[in-house]
């Protein structure tokens, strides 16, 4: 996804500032969210990269993106937003459908790269969710009572929550998120064309309800659903070992 630089510095210094004057702001939950933030960003991005070329484009490839470095994929401004905000996003992946080599249309293989990164980051929930009742469940008392264990698994909540949001995020179906081309492959001839026309008119949208708490009533409720549904139903099947 891409960003005008202009209209991503008045978004950022308002979101910080809203943060820090509200009492939002918290270092050392901040400091926590960024072992989180950097799975969350490269895995997606990486997922992006790999779908990509598994369908015949080397476009991310040639370009150093099919890499689980996190600065091959990391965008300053991405990552201070999914700090602060929950919401966020990583280096754009550039891919060339042209190069596409499976039978299937331009647009089906933009979905399929498209949905391969929020994909990534509910794998990524699960896993971690997983790992965090692992942690609690068998080693209860390190995990509980020392202060290692305690950054551990309040580190693995975050991350849990932050592949979380940002999987729900990029699905939100207007430009230039991730949402918007898998629904341009589910498009008549006709919606396609009336979206692509009024592209520019979706971004402005996109903007005005991402800085007002529109976007965040909408998919906050979401974001909660599926992290109390996974930590429900994965607490559930390890409280069978206890």
Do not use: C
């Not at 993106?65 to 990391?74: D, K, T």
């Amino acid at each position: 996804m891409y960003f005008d630089s202009r209209y991503l510095y008045i978004i950022l210094a308002i979101i910080v500032l809203i943060n820090i004057t509200s009492g939002g702001f918290d270092l050392v939950s901040l400091l926590m969210s960024i072992p989180g933030v950097l799975i969350a960003i490269t895995f997606h991005e990486y997922a992006h990269a790999f779908a990509a070329d598994k369908l015949g484009d080397d476009t991310p490839r040639s370009q150093g993106r099919l890499s689980l470095n996190p600065f091959a994929h990391l965008d300053p401004f991405g990552v201070i937003m999914l700090l602060f905000a929950h919401i966020g996003w990583g280096k754009p992946v550039e891919i060339n459908p042209n190069n596409f080599t499976r039978k299937i249309s331009a647009r089906t293989g933009e979905a399929i790269v498209s949905v391969a990164g929020p994909l990534m980051n509910f794998i990524l929930a699960i896993v971690f969710t997983i790992i965090f009742y692992a942690v609690t469940t068998f080693a209860n008392t390190f995990a509980t009572q020392t202060t290692t264990g305690i950054v551990i698994t309040e580190m693995l909540l975050y991350t849990v929550i932050l592949n979380v949001g940002l999987g729900v995020f990029n699905l939100v179906p207007i430009p230039p998120l991730d949402g918007s081309k898998i629904l341009m492959a589910f498009l008549p001839y006709n919606g396609k064309r009336w979206f692509e026309e009024h592209t520019q008119l979706f971004y402005i949208i996109f903007l005005i309800i991402w800085i007002t708490p529109i976007l965040s009533m909408i998919i906050s409720p979401i974001i909660d659903l599926i992290t109390n549904g996974l930590i429900f139903l994965i607490g559930n099947i390890f409280s069978m070992f206890v």
